[in-house]
């Protein structure tokens, strides 16, 4: 597809468990977000990466979430010992700038975690 | 800390109406102000963005008024039509951090036909 692409886009889990979260960016775009969206809220900052680095990590809320882009396209969000304060639909975005007035951020339509 | 307070939390306009909705932000350093429309089960995705060196800009029926002085800018959706009913984000970022953007916490428009 052209857009964002993420999966899964439901996902159940039980307190305690890990999970893996997969977005598939537009191809040939370097840079790519992870975002977290309760419900009613606007989307917070989790990371950002630029290639296959994290260049800003600052948003990652604690040591239970980890994010890869081991080959500069596809990212994984990882969240380990899930709690119930994790439940809300995670979005991933990419871009092909990273600044300038040009640019423009592109979202998937989310992964919603629910932790029971 | 909420960098980016947004208000209403919800709005009703009737077909042909116009929608505002208003932003205030702290950080001067914020350089890039755009506005996301989202759709139940969808993800954001741009209208319209403004740099502070402008006053206002418009695409469309969309317009952004940007008051620097007071850091508050505004959206406006002239002609509001029923496909208009959304949820909108204003954000903010840093020239050094584009795309590492703060969001309001978003209004949800209903449009009466």
């Known amino acids: 597809g052209a857009g964002v692409s993420q999966t899964p886009s439901n996902k159940v889990t039980e307190k305690g468990k890990y999970v893996e979260l997969r977005c598939d960016p537009i191809?040939?775009?370097?840079?790519l977000y992870w975002y977290r969206q309760s419900l009613g809220q606007g989307p917070e900052f989790l990371i950002y990466?630029?290639?296959?680095?994290?260049?800003?990590d600052s948003g990652l809320p604690n040591d239970r979430f980890f994010a890869v882009r081991p080959e500069g396209s596809v990212s994984t969000l990882k969240i380990q010992r899930t709690e119930r304060g994790d439940s809300a639909v995670y979005l991933c975005a990419s871009s092909a700038r990273t600044g300038g007035f040009s640019g423009e951020l592109f979202f998937g339509e989310g992964s919603r975690l629910t932790v029971l | 800390q909420q960098q980016v307070k947004q208000s209403p939390q919800s709005l009703i306009v009737q077909k042909g109406g116009i929608s505002i909705i208003n932003c205030a932000y702290e950080n001067t350093a914020f350089d890039y102000f755009p506005w996301y429309q989202q759709f139940p089960g969808k993800g954001p995705a741009l209208l319209i963005a403004i740099r502070p060196d402008v006053s206002e800009k418009k695409e469309g029926r969309f317009t952004i008024s940007f008051n620097k002085s007071a850091k508050q800018f505004s959206l406006h959706i002239m002609d509001s039509q029923p496909g208009d009913s959304a949820t909108y984000f204003c954000?903010?970022?840093?020239?050094?951090?584009?795309?590492?953007?703060?969001f309001g916490a978003g209004t949800q428009v209903v449009v009466t036909p």
């Open positions: 990466f630029q290639g296959t680095g994290a260049a800003d």
């Open positions: 954000a903010a970022s840093r020239a050094d951090s584009w795309g590492k953007f703060q």
């Open positions: 191809s040939g775009h370097t840079a």
